[in-house]
């Protein structure tokens, strides 16, 4: 089963606050783990919403909207990309996961659709 995992935004991550070396240090041995267990398949963080854009479709029209975007909970500001058994396997990696902010976090977990899926 992949799982996307989505690190939600904060508003230090929208500021653009880079995280401590200490967090980068936790993150990189969590990531290590991940991997060693043979379950990461990607990981990345976003830059602020300020430096993206998002396009609006309403049948042939398209509207480009430049960020910052509103409601930063609604952000996402990392992700991975993980290969597990369910969605129990990647709760609990989630639940080993040093916080991925200096405050307040969330992170959300979301099931691919695999091909099987869609038959």
Known sequence: MRVMVLVKATDDSELGT??????????????????QAGIL????GLKPSSQGKRVAFDGPARTVM?????????????FWLWEVRDMDEALAWVQRCPNPMPGPSEI??????EMDDLR
Do not use: W
């Not at 880079?18 to 991997?35: I, T």
């Not at 398949?41 to 990345?44: G, L, T």
């Open 18 to 35: 880079l995280p401590s070396a200490e967090l980068m240090a936790a993150m990189g041995r969590f990531n290590e783990e991940l991997s």
């Open 41 to 44: 398949r990607f990981a990345d």
């Open 66 to 78: 430049s960020g910052p975007f509103s409601q930063t909970r609604e952000l996402v500001a990392g």
């Open 108 to 113: 959300e977990i979301r099931p691919l659709y």
